[in-house]
């Protein structure tokens, strides 16, 4: 099971946006390190989304050293100082390598965010197992609580989410007869608008190489050689008239 802790938050709506994130993202348990107030009716709550039904009500006050001593603890920080010799845990691991460095995990997880100013102090990172760090600009690598979140529970769900609202595969290409019988209709068409019979190959090899990049669906595929059919069967009926 994977949890996630936030340490002495000051501002209710970033406990709010995680909530919620976690929702997204298939994660339940949220534990609390010295939470401000969280008003049923202020904006954790007005934050959280569908998480204000389950979550954030069930969320749980512990102490630090609760979750150090009972969790296989990843600590999310801004700043890695990039130094084995200055800093308490090194190297930092990315959100995106973080699912398959707690795969193999036994125990309960828990992904640990800090404060909102100040993240987690070094003495408090150097409790912890695991840091990760989101790569970003290096004039201003500080993301907001909530957003930073959002990035590292995004990135774990192949652990937490078994099934999501979108399909095996958002881009089925079409199958190749398909393709090819629309590279044959255009075929047609071409002749059919009396292009330069010289000129038809060059052509043909142009189609092909932008329906290569395009990589068509079969409704893609199926729509363009119906609108390509229409275009020379009106050609062809103008010309008998």
Do not use: W
Not at 139 to 168: C, F, K, M, W
């Amino acid at each position: 099971m994977i949890s996630v802790a936030v340490v002495d938050a000051e501002t209710p709506g970033n406990i709010g946006t995680i909530a919620r994130s976690m929702k997204n993202f298939g994660l339940s348990e949220l534990l609390l390190v010295d939470p401000p107030e969280l008003d049923p009716d202020g904006e954790a709550y007005g934050f959280a989304g569908q998480a204000r039904d389950d979550i954030l009500p069930n969320a749980r006050t512990v102490t630090f050293d609760e979750i150090a001593e009972n969790y296989h603890t990843v600590a999310c920080t801004a700043t890695t100082n990039e130094d084995p010799a200055n800093h308490v845990r090194y190297p930092a691991t990315t959100p995106a390598d973080l699912a398959d460095s707690l795969r193999g995990v036994e125990g309960d997880i828990c992904v640990v965010f800090g404060r909102e100013r100040v993240g987690l102090s070094n003495d408090e990172l150097a409790r912890l197992d695991v840091i990760c760090s989101i790569p970003a600009s290096a004039s201003y690598p500080v993301l907001n609580l909530g957003q930073a979140a959002t990035i590292v529970l995004y990135e774990l769900r192949d652990l937490t989410v078994s099934e999501t609202q979108h399909p095996e595969e958002l881009h089925t290409l079409a199958a190749k007869p398909a393709v090819e019988g629309l590279h044959a209709e255009f075929d047609r068409f071409l002749r059919a608008i009396g292009h330069p019979e010289e000129k038809q190959h060059k052509s043909r090899r142009l189609f092909r190489r932008v329906l290569g990049r395009a990589q068509p669906t079969g409704r893609e595929t199926k729509t363009l050689r119906g609108l390509f059919r229409q275009a020379r069967q009106r050609i062809e009926r103008a010309e008998d008239e």
